[in-house]
């Protein structure tokens, strides 16, 4: 069975990581995704929230599960018959970041390689980062995310704006 991961902050998830997962789901037999929880960055969704947000988001999708890990993501591959790293590339500027990454995990785990996949020219400039930005001040992001996650920003700011 060749199963592959897609590792990430995904916060939160966004239409661009659901385009890569559409993709790559055709490809691999079964696709992990694994949520990273870093202790030291401050998320605006918080770990279980994240998780969930991917699987309501990615229920058409039946060979897609998510999990979590923290540390090194070559570690949490240790045990795991992985046989590749799925990395969505938007930008060229995404390369060089996405290039040194494979490198390292490459460096650290000799049998799995990082496959980068092109996201689609409608999500080029889209990212968790983006999303939330304008989300928080109050744009309309509905066209750039999962409802479950349009759902889960509006519930942000409202708790923001009550503070
Ligand atoms: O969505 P992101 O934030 O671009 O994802 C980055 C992520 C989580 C895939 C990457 O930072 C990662 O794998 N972190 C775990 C530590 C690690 O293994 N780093 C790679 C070798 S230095």
Redesign the pocket.
């Known amino acids: 069975m060749k199963l592959a991961i897609y590792?990430?902050?995904?916060?939160p998830v966004t239409n661009g990581h659901i385009d890569i997962l559409e993709k790559t789901s055709k490809i691999f037999d079964k696709i992990n995704v694994?949520v990273?929880h870093?202790v030291y960055?401050q998320a605006l969704f918080t770990l279980e929230e994240r998780v969930q947000l991917i699987k309501e988001s990615t229920r058409h999708l039946d060979n897609v599960e998510v999990d979590c890990?923290?540390?090194?993501?070559?570690?949490?591959l240790e045990d795991k018959e992985v046989c590749a790293?799925i990395?969505g590339l938007r930008t060229v500027t995404d390369f060089e970041?996405e290039m040194?990454?494979a490198m390292?995990?490459k460096k650290?785990i000799r049998e799995i390689d990082t496959i980068f996949v092109m996201s689609d020219t409608d999500y080029i400039f889209v990212s968790?980062s983006a999303v939330k930005e304008a989300a928080l001040l109050g744009g309309d992001v509905s066209s750039l995310v999962p409802p479950a996650v349009k759902i889960g920003l509006e519930e942000k700011l409202k708790a923001r704006r009550e503070t």
């Open positions: 590792p990430g902050s995904f916060d694994a990273i870093n960055k890990f923290s540390g090194l993501l070559a570690t949490y790293i990395r970041y040194h990454m390292m995990n650290l968790s």
